[in-house]
T-cell receptor, first 117, second 108 residues
Framework: GAVVSQHPSRVICKSGTSVKIECRSL??????MFWYRQFPKKSLMLMAT?????????EQGVEKDKFLINHASLTLSTLTVTSAHPEDSSFYIC?????????????FGSGTQLSVL | RKEVEQDPGPFNVPEGATVAFNCTYS??????FFWYRQDCRKEPKLLMS???SGNEDGRFTAQLNRASQYISLLIRDSKLSDSATYLC?????????FGQGTILTVHP
């Protein structure tokens, strides 16, 4: 089956630094990728939808200058948390959709646990 | 009103029990529906899609009621390995929305 690789799986950083998370589709071209954030015992919250070659669409309340998304190729999307603060500590998960159909299955990365000290 | 609402549980059931989860959604234009399973600090994994006519996969049965805007998941003969969080997922036009999840614990 399709595989989505997310890296790194865990990051611990100091407040004020920037952290980049990569999401790669390994055996298919992902025209659309999604970035989610999940706080403990909460559900996944969609942060943004990333389409290859165009600007990401951010959900209400998500700062686009804080969470930079780049989807430069059909197999790679990156999320950069700029000037991270302790409140940004969370579990970040990406997912990729292979086709354009609304019924197309999503493939998830394994997630990145970000801890900002 | 939340776009997707689930009873967070937790549901604690003995092995062999039958348990049912419900989920309601607010956007009547939603086109596709799913149940995902998520283990602690892992990525969600697709359990099954939900079709209008209802569908079954082994011990799992999913149903959709468009008129009432709810979907359900029934698990029969619960196993210890079924312990997880079950996420109801609705797709109102290419934008998957997750419910908060229902925690299931199956005990011996």
């Amino acid at each position: 089956g399709a595989v989505v690789s997310q890296h790194p799986s865990r990051v611990i950083c100091k407040s004020g630094t920037s952290v980049k998370i990569e999401c790669r589709s390994l055996d298919f071209q992902a025209t659309t990728m999604f970035w989610y954030r999940q706080f403990p015992k909460k559900s996944l919250m969609l942060m943004a939808t990333s389409n290859e070659g165009s600007k990401a669409t951010y959900e209400q309340g998500v700062e686009k200058d804080k969470f930079l998304i780049n989807h430069a190729s059909l197999t790679l999307s990156t999320l950069t948390v700029t000037s991270a603060h302790p409140e940004d500590s969370s579990f970040y998960i990406c997912s990729a959709k292979r086709g354009a159909s609304t019924n197309e299955k999503l493939f998830f990365g394994s997630g990145t646990q970000l801890s900002v000290l | 009103r939340k776009e997707v609402e689930q009873d967070p549980g937790p549901f604690n059931v003995p092995e062999g029990a039958t348990v049912a989860f419900n989920c309601t959604y607010s956007n009547s234009a939603s086109q596709s529906f799913f149940w995902y399973r998520q283990d602690c600090r892992k990525e969600p994994k697709l359990l099954m899609s939900v079709y209008s006519s209802g569908n079954e996969d082994g011990r799992f049965t999913a149903q959709l009621n468009r008129a009432s805007q709810y979907i359900s998941l029934l698990i029969r003969d619960s196993k210890l390995s079924d312990s997880a969080t079950y996420l109801c997922v609705v797709n109102p036009i290419n934008r998957l929305t997750f419910g908060q999840g229902t925690i299931l614990t199956v005990h011996p």
